[in-house]
Structures are given as structure tokens and as C-alpha cells.
């Protein structure tokens, strides 16, 4: 059964900054791309950003360039997503996903794998 388990979620205030992981099991997603999505209340669910399955290829949503960082571990089967200089419009909950079609994608319906969501809370 193929799994992905996000972590690191947690209140913080503006300014601050989080790492959330993502651990995979049941399969290996070293070749696949992988994405961080996030849903804030009334809100659909949107990228954050995307990385390809080398890490050489990368996306951000406009609002976190140069605050979020996308990152992965293939030997761990794990990614993360730094995120530093967190504002309250951060607030939302954080889902990784992982997709095995080949290629990147910038939307939900493209990703085959989710997570459960981690919470991340930014005060003012």
C-alpha cells in the first residue's frame, strides 16, 4: 500500500519558517515528479511548487518564489519544502503529492499520490 506521510506542520509566527516532509513507503518515487499543493478555507487547492524527479526542474506559485525552497532525497524517498519568511496568507493546510505520469504538473487533478495534509498556521 502506497503511502505518503507529511510532517512538520505548526503555528508560527510572520517572519518565521517550517520544513515539511514528506515520507514515502510502498513504492519508490525516485523518478517521478512530486509537488506540494495547498488548501486554505473557501479556498480551492492550489500549487505551491513542483520539482521534477532529478531535482533540476522546478516551479513556485509567484507568491513564495524566493521564500520556499522544493527539495528531494531519492535515497530516503522523501521531499521537502522549506518555506522561510512565512506571512498569515501561508495559512492553509499542506498536502505533498507525487505523480507517475511523467513530466511536471501544476494541478491537483495530475497527481496520483496524496498525503494527508499537515496544518500550517502563520500569525500575525
Known amino acids: 500500500q502506497v503511502q505518503l506521510v507529511e510532517s512538520g506542520g505548526g503555528v508560527v509566527q510572520a517572519g518565521g519558517s517550517l520544513r515539511l516532509s514528506c515520507a514515502a513507503s510502498?513504492?519508490?518515487?525516485?523518478?517521478?515528479?512530486m509537488g506540494w499543493f495547498r488548501q486554505a478555507p473557501g479556498k480551492e487547492r492550489e500549487v505551491v511548487a513542483v520539482?521534477?524527479?532529478?531535482?533540476?526542474?522546478?516551479y513556485y506559485l509567484d507568491s513564495v518564489k524566493g521564500r520556499f525552497t522544493i527539495s528531494r532525497d531519492n535515497t530516503q524517498n522523501t521531499w521537502y519544502l522549506q518555506m522561510n519568511s512565512l506571512k498569515p496568507e501561508d495559512t492553509a493546510v499542506y498536502y505533498c503529492?507525487?505523480?507517475?505520469?511523467?513530466?511536471?504538473?501544476?494541478?491537483?487533478?495530475?497527481?496520483?499520490?496524496w498525503g494527508q495534509g499537515t496544518q500550517v498556521t502563520v500569525s500575525s
Open positions: 520539482v521534477n524527479w532529478n531535482g533540476y526542474s522546478r
Open positions: 503529492a507525487a505523480r507517475t505520469r511523467g513530466g511536471l504538473a501544476y494541478v491537483s487533478s495530475e497527481y496520483d499520490y
Open positions: 510502498g513504492r519508490t518515487f525516485s523518478r517521478d515528479s
